[in-house]
């Protein structure tokens, strides 16, 4: 185990100073770049990290970023490039911001930022320091990570993983494997996901475009859920006190559950096959002509196509105190 830490370079606040470390020698360890730039306005850090593996390839990256955004992207290269903006009052501050990177023999690499807080100088609001890191790398990496108010995303990576934040919006887009991402108050967006995906947030938005893969599942307490182009064939979507859009494909043997407590529910179903339903709400709209049976509990129930060679698929769609609309398309 080897902690690789980005240190600070010390500057006089004055007249804007520039300072720049060379790349270290080919075949040397990390090659590293920095700049830093202090003026009156403040100090600032740019700082790129080339990390090549030693052994093993490198197979999962687990970082946590409280400091600002975390920005990680796959590509086809073998090292870890990691470019860092550190943004601070002035120099001192600015040293006081610390990157910490442990390259593991297992193949997995753990990244933390934190403020030094040992230091014996003026104290400095966290709202005035900022860190972010845009982070490349091999697209098999498995990604956990975390931040607290910034954003974090993810694209073109292919071994899932697991994505958290406080406040921070979560942004993922054209990646594969299985995803669970949680936040208390941000939103999230994702775009062309292949696999899993397991989405929840206490107090935000889900919007989510082409979804392809055995399930989705996305819950919020108080926010809405927006999902098109959805080919999963299990889906589950939930709002306590939100609105639920979603326009998928069911297939034979598909389940598909939308529920809310207080939002309106508007499905579009896209049938490849026989397709049952089951729906409840305030308000009840279903496709004109069908023969629709109510249960003593006031759920509607109605069968759409018949192929007795192939497993039906099943829709449940409900609202205790929201509007229930669905359109199906065959």
């Given at each position: 185990?080897?902690?690789?830490?980005?240190?600070?370079?010390?500057l006089?606040?004055?007249v804007?100073?520039?300072?720049?470390?060379?790349?270290?020698?080919?075949g040397?360890?990390?090659?590293?770049?920095?700049?830093?730039?202090?003026?009156?306005?403040g100090?600032?850090?740019?700082?790129?990290?080339?990390?090549?593996?030693?052994?093993?390839?490198?197979?999962?990256?687990?970082?946590?970023?409280?400091?600002?955004?975390?920005?990680?992207?796959g590509?086809?290269?073998?090292?870890?490039?990691i470019?860092t903006?550190?943004?601070?009052?002035?120099?001192?501050?600015?040293?006081?911001?610390?990157?910490?990177?442990?390259?593991?023999?297992?193949?997995?690499?753990?990244?933390?930022?934190?403020?030094?807080?040992?230091?014996?100088?003026?104290?400095?609001?966290?709202?005035?320091?900022?860190?972010?890191?845009?982070?490349?790398?091999?697209?098999?990496?498995?990604?956990?990570?975390?931040?607290?108010?910034g954003?974090?995303?993810a694209?073109?990576?292919?071994?899932?993983?697991?994505?958290?934040?406080?406040?921070?919006?979560?942004?993922?887009?054209?990646?594969?494997?299985g995803?669970?991402?949680?936040?208390?108050?941000?939103?999230?967006?994702?775009?062309?996901?292949?696999?899993?995906?397991?989405?929840?947030?206490?107090?935000?938005?889900?919007?989510?475009?082409?979804?392809?893969?055995?399930?989705?599942?996305?819950?919020?307490?108080?926010?809405?859920?927006?999902?098109?182009?959805?080919?999963?064939?299990?889906?589950?979507?939930?709002?306590?006190?939100?609105?639920i859009a979603?326009?998928?494909?069911?297939n034979?043997?598909?389940?598909?559950?939308?529920?809310?407590?207080?939002?309106d529910?508007q499905?579009?179903?896209?049938?490849?096959?026989?397709?049952?339903?089951?729906?409840?709400?305030?308000?009840?709209?279903?496709?004109?002509?069908?023969?629709?049976?109510?249960d003593?509990?006031g759920v509607?129930?109605?069968?759409?196509g018949?192929?007795?060679?192939?497993?039906?698929?099943?829709?449940?769609?409900?609202?205790?105190?929201?509007?229930?609309?669905?359109?199906?398309?065959?």
């Amino acid at each position: 185990m080897k902690l690789i830490a980005f240190g600070m370079l010390a500057l006089v606040v004055g007249v804007p100073v520039v300072a720049a470390q060379p790349a270290s020698p080919k075949g040397k360890g990390p090659t590293t770049q920095r700049t830093v730039t202090v003026s009156n306005a403040g100090a600032r850090e740019h700082t790129h990290l080339e990390l090549a593996p030693t052994g093993k390839a490198f197979q999962q990256l687990i970082a946590d970023n409280q400091l600002g955004d975390l920005h990680i992207v796959g590509y086809d290269g073998a090292a870890l490039i990691i470019d860092t903006e550190k943004l601070a009052p002035d120099a001192e501050s600015l040293e006081r911001l610390r990157v910490s990177l442990i390259p593991n023999p297992d193949g997995s690499v753990r990244l933390v930022t934190t403020v030094d807080t040992s230091r014996e100088s003026k104290p400095v609001a966290k709202a005035a320091l900022r860190l972010d890191l845009t982070i490349k790398v091999p697209r098999a990496v498995r990604l956990d990570a975390k931040v607290g108010a910034g954003t974090l995303s993810a694209e073109n990576l292919d071994a899932g993983g697991e994505l958290d934040t406080t406040s921070g919006t979560i942004a993922m887009k054209n990646v594969a494997g299985g995803f669970i991402t949680n936040t208390v108050t941000g939103a999230q967006r994702f775009t062309t996901v292949f696999g899993t995906l397991d989405s929840s947030a206490v107090n935000a938005d889900v919007a989510i475009d082409s979804v392809v893969g055995p399930s989705l599942v996305a819950s919020v307490h108080r926010g809405s859920i927006s999902a098109r182009r959805v080919r999963s064939q299990r889906i589950g979507l939930t709002s306590t006190e939100g609105k639920i859009a979603l326009e998928a494909d069911a297939n034979n043997g598909s389940v598909i559950s939308v529920s809310s407590v207080r939002g309106d529910v508007q499905v579009t179903i896209r049938r490849h096959g026989a397709l049952r339903i089951n729906a409840s709400g305030a308000t009840v709209a279903l496709p004109k002509g069908s023969a629709v049976q109510t249960d003593a509990n006031g759920v509607r129930h109605l069968l759409l196509g018949a192929d007795p060679t192939a497993e039906t698929a099943v829709l449940t769609i409900q609202s205790r105190y929201g509007a229930v609309k669905l359109v199906a398309i065959q």
